[in-house]
């Protein structure tokens, strides 16, 4: 019988810790639609996991047996070794993803809510293929009618010469490249260039052979596809623009205190010689631990700009004399800082300074 190299209670622990990390999100959309992912991920796995498990196991030969069946086994047997350090491997950089994220990494928590609104991964596609049905670029193929319409418009093929991108996917990039805080973003992931550019000579100057036209066409929409940035769902929307004024109710997440173990033995002491022997010279307070990113407190203020970010990333459907655009939001959603004293107040905090702020000396008669 095949011997896995994970037990499965190792993957129902990092299964059960990933999904606790998501209940401790800071925000209800990424706490919902993240233990959906999870969920979905594991499942998916598992499935194929089961699948090529059970059919491996019913082709293993007999242990006396000399066919040539069994090299093909072991070759077999290692791949789905390989295959579950694979997911072992990715299933705990989820789970410090999720981690850094509650601990209040600027960069993981960014990653996280950007997952989760669509900006990237997989629920981004989902909002692409939504936007392309919507604007009726996208057409269904209900009978064996469409389908032949749709091969005799392409001639068998999707990129062929004729072939133009979606109207909508290029207006959204051009938005998208118009978009000030895009362009501003470290990232060139969002910054792409919406005009299908092919030359029509090769190296040789000679014609671009049809084959290579097709590819370079096919390139460049899969670059697109991953490069926009379609529209939020308007409940999701309406719940960002919420959290960022203030009317939708946030609380930071509080964490459940660990409860210790009574067999755990308390700490014990090291004497200064018993310290420099087995962890050696020790170095005084440095900024090591925070050379890449530094934890930050979860509060209000921190998510908002967190939010803002989202916020100015997510187009808006406008409609036109000249027809439906899209465009980018540049203002600040949320409100603006105030003094946290009351009006009467304030003026003593400027006592005994002049308009230009030096400090007034009185005069002593």
């Known amino acids: 019988m095949l011997q896995l190299l994970v037990p499965p209670e190792a993957w129902r622990h990092m299964l059960r810790a990933t999904l606790r990390e998501c209940t401790y999100l800071p925000d209800p959309i990424a706490k919902t639609y993240m233990r959906q992912y999870v969920l979905h991920r594991y499942r998916a796995k598992a499935a194929v996991f089961d699948a090529k498990y059970q059919e491996l196991a019913q082709n293993l030969p007999m242990p006396q047996s000399t066919s040539p069946v069994a090299e093909n086994t072991s070759t077999s047997t290692s791949t789905s070794i390989e295959r579950q350090i694979r997911l072992r491997r990715s299933g705990r950089k989820l789970l410090r993803l999720l981690e850094h994220a ?26 692409y293929s939504a936007l392309l049905r919507d604007t009726g670029d996208a057409k269904q193929l209900n009978t064996n009618k469409d389908v032949e ?13 004729d072939w133009q991108p979606p109207k909508v996917l290029v207006e959204v990039l051009k938005a998208q ?28 100057l000679k014609p671009m052979p049809e084959v290579r036209l097709r590819n370079l066409k096919r390139q460049w929409y899969n670059r697109a596809k991953s490069s926009v940035l379609p529209p939020l769902d308007p409940s999701e929307w309406d719940i960002l623009v919420g959290l960022l004024r203030g009317t939708v109710p946030w609380r930071p997440p ?35 631990p925070y050379v890449d990113e530094r934890p ?70």
């Not at 319409?149 to 010469?161: D, H, S, T, V, Y």
């Not at 501003?184 to 030359?199: A, G």
């Not at 990333?313 to 939001?329: A, C, H, M, N």
């Open 177 to 204: 490249r118009n978009s000030p805080y895009v362009q501003v973003d470290r990232s060139t992931r969002f910054k792409f260039n919406p005009k299908l550019q092919i030359p029509t000579l090769n190296s040789w």
């Open 296 to 365: 930050h407190r979860i509060t209000r203020r921190f998510m908002v700009r967190v939010w803002e970010k989202i916020y100015h990333r997510s187009p808006l459907r406008v409609e036109t004399p000249q027809g439906i655009r899209y465009k980018f939001p540049t203002d600040r959603r949320s409100p603006p800082l105030t003094l946290a004293v009351r009006s009467e107040e304030a003026n003593c905090l400027f006592d005994g300074v002049d308009q230009y702020g030096r400090i007034v000396e009185s005069r002593t008669q």
């Open 254 to 288: 509080v964490r459940r205190q660990k409860v210790p173990s009574p067999l755990t033995p308390p700490p014990t002491e090291l004497s200064p010689l018993e310290s420099f022997l087995l962890q050696g010279a020790q170095k005084g307070v440095t900024f090591d």
């Open 149 to 161: 319409e749709i091969l005799a418009k392409n001639c068998g093929c999707r990129f062929n010469k």
């Open 102 to 127: 509650n601990e209040g990494y600027k960069k993981a928590l960014e990653r996280v809510l950007m997952l989760s609104y669509g900006r990237i991964g997989v629920k981004q596609h989902k909002l």
